[in-house]
């Protein structure tokens, strides 16, 4: 069976911190996806990406391919920084999306 | 921001009522998906669309029915509702090796 597995579940940390979620996936993808999604919200992608690293503002997103973990990364964490975040693989010839359970980030001022 | 949007964003309804929630897209994108969110799943895949009358099963199908006569519009309809369908449902569109876009959720109670 193709999973997503996501590391951690839950993370609370001061503002200001460096934050840290891991995504590990089990065969080859044609992608990778990062998600965003605030409390009671709808679901924003902030990242797609099939190799090396993309950058948006204080969030950084990482992927090697060949041990099949991706990572999102959060420098000087904010209080708005808080939600879940969620990634989602798309394995190759298929156009359907596999997701993690996410991980539920609180960012304490 | 993709223009999806979903209707209703909320809806209570009773035990073995039919309801249908409805998925817009202005994007012209052949792919849209439906997905239930419940606590400990993440997002699970209800029914899925590539194009015009073309649908297929999810991996939690079962009690759900979708229909797509138009390119923009997905619809996802619970025959006869029941307490296990309370979820949090989304439409998306794209995806692989695409950019996803989801619309903003329904919150659907079953009482």
């Known amino acids: 069976k193709n999973e997503v597995e996501q590391s951690p579940q839950n993370l609370t940390a001061q503002e200001g911190e460096f934050i840290t979620i891991n995504c590990s996936y089990s065969?080859?993808?044609?992608?990778l996806h990062w998600l965003q999604q605030h409390p009671g919200g709808g679901i924003v992608s902030l990242f797609m990406?099939?190799?090396g690293k993309k950058k948006h503002g204080r969030l950084i997103a990482t992927i090697n391919i060949q041990e099949k973990h991706s990572s999102l990364h959060i420098t000087a964490s904010h209080p708005r920084d808080s939600a879940v975040y969620i990634c989602a693989v798309a394995y190759f010839g298929n156009e359907k999306l596999t997701f993690g359970t996410g991980t539920r980030l609180t960012i304490i001022p | 921001d993709a223009g999806i949007t979903q209707s209703p964003r909320h809806k209570v309804t009773e035990t073995g009522t039919p309801v249908t929630l409805r998925c817009h897209q202005t994007e012209n994108h052949r792919y849209m998906y439906w997905y239930r969110q419940d606590p400990g799943h993440g997002l699970r895949l209800i029914h899925y669309s590539y194009g015009v009358k073309d649908t297929d099963k999810g991996e939690v199908s079962d009690g759900y029915s979708v229909s797509r006569s138009k390119t923009e519009d997905f619809l996802l309809t619970l025959e006869s509702a029941t307490s296990s369908q309370t979820s949090v449902y989304f439409c998306a569109i794209s995806a692989g090796a695409l950019e996803a876009f989801f619309g903003q959720g329904t919150r659907l109670t079953v009482v």
């Open positions: 065969v080859g993808i044609s992608a």
């Open positions: 990406l099939s190799s």
